[in-house]
Structure formats: structure tokens, C-alpha cells
């Protein structure tokens, strides 16, 4: 069973940057697929980004293509997720996720373990 942390939420204002971090518990972090989910109020959750078991393969939304960068280390069982030009439609709450899985998953219905999340607020 893997347990995630997530951290690095807070207030910032709109163009600035924000870098998230999970940790993830247990020896075999390598093997799995990471994903950056958020739930703004009123919203239902949507994905971020996500990342293969070795870093190399990558995808994001739309949304946040361009602005953010997902990656991992997996020598110290963490993924990270560097968010620059934040805008106010970016606050939700973060989580992160795994599976068991070489390659990226897009599906949240795919993830077997995820963290309790971590605020992200954006001011205009």
C-alpha cells in the first residue's frame, strides 16, 4: 500500500508561481504512475497532469499545458508539480495519485491510492 503527502499549497497571487509536492511511503515508488488531480468548489475533480514510472512520459490538460511541469524523483519517492503563471480559475484543492502502471494514466477511475490533497488559492 503506498500512503501520498501532499504539500506546498497556499495563497498566491495571480502570475506567480507554486511549486506542489507528494511523498509517497513504501520501496517501490518507481513502479508507479503519478497524477495531479484538482477540484475547484462547485466543480467536479479533473486531471492535471500526470507522469510514467520513469519520468520520461508525460501529459497534461489543456488548461495547464505550457504553465506547469510534472516530475518526479524517484530516489526520494517524490513527484512535484511546478505551477507558473497561476491564474484565479487554477484554486482548488490538489491531489496526487498512483497506480501501478509503466505508463501514465488519464483516468481517475485508474488511480488506486491518492493523498488528502492541499489548497491552491489564486488572487486576482
Known amino acids: 500500500q503506498v500512503q501520498l503527502v501532499e504539500s506546498g499549497g497556499g495563497l498566491v497571487q495571480a502570475g506567480g508561481s507554486l511549486r506542489l509536492s507528494c511523498a509517497a511511503s513504501?520501496?517501490?515508488?518507481?513502479?508507479?504512475?503519478m497524477g495531479w488531480f484538482r477540484q475547484a468548489p462547485g466543480k467536479e475533480r479533473e486531471i492535471v497532469a500526470c507522469?510514467?514510472?520513469?519520468?520520461?512520459?508525460?501529459y497534461y490538460a489543456d488548461s495547464v499545458k505550457g504553465r506547469f511541469t510534472i516530475s518526479r524523483d524517484n530516489a526520494k519517492n517524490t513527484v512535484y508539480l511546478q505551477m507558473n503563471s497561476l491564474k484565479p480559475e487554477d484554486t482548488a484543492v490538489y491531489y496526487c495519485a498512483a497506480v501501478i502502471s509503466s505508463d501514465y494514466r488519464t483516468r481517475q477511475a485508474d488511480y488506486d491510492y491518492w493523498g488528502r490533497g492541499t489548497q491552491v488559492t489564486v488572487s486576482s
Open positions: 513504501g520501496r517501490t515508488f518507481s513502479s508507479y504512475a
Open positions: 507522469i510514467s514510472w520513469s519520468g520520461v512520459n508525460t
